[in-house]
């Protein structure tokens, strides 16, 4: 049984802003009993996992009618502040992007760090060198880091700027001294992004996993990946404040059924990834095949199967994927591009370890089957 409630837990504040904010559970349950929720995803191989849950029935056993929309992704959070959808699988770049703007939006939990999955393609004739050659050549991968991202200067840069991947490059730029004065950016949406670079546009590129494996089929090459880049993004469910405090059990259940289709996704693999795949490659060029699902799967990218994951992955301050040190990157790369006028306060709008505790009240921590 439940012991407190995330709402209890939340300064006297979050409170008042629920007041304003959507209805009751009660008032969106349907006749037949479940609670309506609207929720944002975005075509990549990991924000789609809540399809699993569509299919399998498990949002409706865990008494939710979920309505998935798909989104670009630098439209997630867009249709969060206006009320279209009530949670985004999103990330912590995400909140701190919007909170100034909007300070009911918050990062609530989350259950999937982007460990390797963010690389930089560059092109096999196109005068860069991967970290991979510079350290067999060089013989110091730190030596090697460095070479490449200064390589880079007066290249120019396709990616999605005022997001995590926008972030990811600036952050490495910043690490060797360099700055986005040192190379051109194009900003474009990741699909839109790649088929630039693939017809020739620019000399690297910084997107999704899908757009990762489209380009190394095309014979591009990793340039740079994972932490050589930055700090690794951390997906999970972001929504509002009114919504965790006023539907705190449709939150609690939603992350349940997302730890269960982990769970389903380590056991089932082929099966998970047959579903994935084929709805991404019906919506987007993406062209992410099941073996590259299957080789991607808690490789490039970690997903957290039950609570007690997700507090080693990202809660603990050991973890390969420790909050705070992505918050601070967050707020850090923002404010120096003027993409948002202060840092955000990850007290107020990162309420994981509040709705974590609640979850684990509501659930437990050491989940095993699906």
């Excluded at 959507?22 to 929720?39: K, P, Q, R």
């Excluded at 951390?234 to 009114?242: D, F, K, P, Q």
């Excluded at 991404?280 to 299957?294: D, I, K, P, R, W």
Aim: charged share 20%; hydrophobic share 40%; proline share 4%.
């Amino acid at each position: 049984m439940r012991k407190t409630s995330i709402a209890a837990a939340l300064p006297a504040l979050a409170l008042v802003v629920a007041l304003a904010g959507c209805g009751s559970s009660e008032e969106d349950a349907g006749a037949d009993g479940l609670t309506t929720i609207d929720v944002g995803i975005s075509p990549f191989q990991d924000t789609y996992l809540p399809i699993i849950g569509q299919e399998m029935g498990w949002f409706e056993e865990a008494g939710l009618n979920v309505n998935l929309r798909s989104l670009a992704w630098n439209a997630a959070m867009p249709a969060l502040i206006s009320g279209d959808v009530d949670i985004a699988v999103n990330n912590t770049t995400g909140v701190v992007s919007v909170a100034n703007a909007d300070p009911d939006v918050v990062y609530a939990y989350g259950w999937n760090p982007f460990t390797e999955g963010s690389a930089l393609m560059v092109r096999p004739d196109g005068g860069l060198e991967t970290v991979d050659a510079l350290e067999e050549r060089l013989g110091d991968h730190e030596e090697a880091r460095t070479a490449m991202i200064e390589s880079l200067a007066g290249r120019t840069i396709v990616t999605t700027l005022s997001t995590d991947m926008g972030k990811q490059i600036n952050d490495a730029l910043a690490s060797v001294g360099m700055d986005e004065s040192d190379v051109t950016f194009v900003d474009m949406d990741p699909d839109a992004g790649l088929a630039a670079f693939l017809s020739g546009t620019g000399d690297a590129y910084l997107g999704g996993v899908p757009q990762r494996a489209t380009a190394l089929e095309q014979g591009m090459e990793i340039g740079l990946s994972g932490p050589d880049l930055a700090a690794p993004p951390i997906n999970g469910a972001v929504t509002t404040r009114s919504f965790v405090t006023e539907q705190e059990d449709a939150l609690l259940a939603f992350i349940d059924v997302m730890h269960r289709i982990v769970r389903y996704c380590d056991a089932e693999t082929d099966a998970c990834g047959t579903t994935i795949t084929e709805r991404l490659n019906e919506e987007t060029a993406a062209g992410l095949t099941v073996e590259g699902f299957e080789e991607y799967w808690q490789n490039i990218e970690l997903y957290a199967p039950n609570a007690r994951a997700a507090e080693e992955l990202i809660l603990d301050e050991e973890g390969v994927s420790y909050w705070g040190t992505t918050w601070d990157s967050d707020n850090a790369y923002l404010v120096e591009t003027d993409a948002i006028p202060a840092a955000v306060d990850a007290g107020s709008n990162f309420l994981m370890p509040e709705v974590w505790q609640a979850y684990v009240d509501a659930y437990g921590a050491d989940q095993t089957d699906y």
